[in-house]
């Protein structure tokens, strides 16, 4: 069982950055390929970005290539997504997310699932 609680969402200005974080406490967080998910009002939850084990492989939506960066550090049992020049189509739920199957390009599979943190960008 992995426990995932993500932190760092909060209200930003269009054009501005966030850094969420998601912290799996427990000893096995270095096993897991993890990934960051989102959901808008009305729609449905959609892959934003995932990164291998080690932190060498990532995959991102074409929609937030560019402007975020995914990365962990297996010491702290976190992976980070830091968001840039956010857009107000951005706002959602944001979640975290892990599994086992290593291929970060596969946005399925995902396991394990945080409760989520809230990122509004206004305009």
């Known amino acids: 069982q992995v426990q995932l609680v993500e932190s760092g969402g909060g209200l930003v200005q269009a054009g501005g950055s966030l850094r969420l974080s998601c912290a799996a406490p427990g000893g096995t967080f270095s096993t897991y390929t993890m990934g960051w998910f989102r959901q808008a009002p009305g729609l449905e939850r959609e892959f934003v970005a995932a990164?291998?084990?080690?932190?060498?492989?990532?995959s991102y939506a074409d929609s937030v290539r560019g402007r975020f960066t995914i990365f962990r550090d297996n010491a702290k049992n976190t992976v980070y997504l830091q968001m840039s020049s956010l857009k107000p189509e951005d706002t959602a739920v944001y979640y975290c997310?892990?599994?086992?199957?290593?291929?970060?390009?596969?946005?399925?599979?995902?396991?394990?699932w945080g409760q989520g943190t809230q990122v509004t960008v206004s305009s």
């Open positions: 990164i291998s084990w080690s932190g060498g492989g990532t």
């Open positions: 997310a892990a599994k086992k199957d290593p291929w970060v390009f596969n946005m399925l599979g995902y396991n394990y």
